[in-house]
């Protein structure tokens, strides 16, 4: 199983961020996260959709706490003052991830977190394309069956097969929704 660190910018959109927590369910990975990741994405979330209230968000912080009990980080503070990154604002992010031991961090901004900073520590940075797109190409099945679980969850309003693909093609993930659409009749 892979520890990886969900960056806050793969946590935003529900849809990216189910598809992560589906993956997880199957055991490919063990997520991990913080209270200032889920406060990082909450905020941005909230600042970007009015329409959504911070109870439901927190709500749905606490499933994600409790659906995957060793996920939330703690005791990484003191490793955020001993770390440089471009944006001093993603220390925490680096933090949890080395608290955690992960191998990865996912998120969109690479740029934030150098492989010259992260290769001390073991880790890498990488998009959430090239990271679900190496999962399918050790554990193909595995993969499916998480993204048809997370498919047939949606229930309002329920998903066709396509519209779910274009969804998390607006998600860029090129290279796993062409995968995907190879296998559409397994999802």
Not at 50 to 68: G, Q, V, Y
Not at 70 to 80: C, D, F, T, V
Not at 86 to 102: C, E, G, K, S
Not at 125 to 131: I, L, N, R, T, Y
Request: glycine share 2%; aromatic share 10%.
């Amino acid at each position: 199983m892979i520890d990886v660190v969900y960056d806050a910018c793969v946590l935003y959109s529900a849809a990216l961020r189910d598809c992560l927590l589906h993956i997880a369910k199957v055991k490919l990975v063990r997520p991990h996260w913080s209270n200032d990741i889920h406060e990082e994405w909450m905020r941005s979330l909230l600042y970007n959709r009015p329409d959504l209230s911070r109870e439901s968000l927190e709500r749905t912080c606490r499933r994600m706490n409790a659906k995957f009990k060793k996920s939330l980080a703690k005791g990484y503070e003191p490793l955020i003052p001993t770390l440089h990154l471009p944006d001093p604002n993603d220390r925490h992010v680096l933090a949890v991830a080395i608290h955690t031991q992960a191998e990865y961090i996912v998120t969109f901004n690479l740029n934030d977190f150098p492989n010259s900073v992260l290769k001390q520590y073991g880790i890498e940075a990488v998009s959430p394309d090239e990271f679900i797109f190496h999962l399918i190409q050790e554990s193909p099945y595995f993969i499916l069956r998480a993204v048809k679980n997370h498919r047939l969850s949606l229930t309002r309003p329920p998903k066709t097969t396509k519209e779910y693909l274009a969804t998390l093609e607006r998600q860029r993930l090129p290279k796993t929704v062409a995968f995907l659409r190879e296998h559409e009749n397994e999802i």
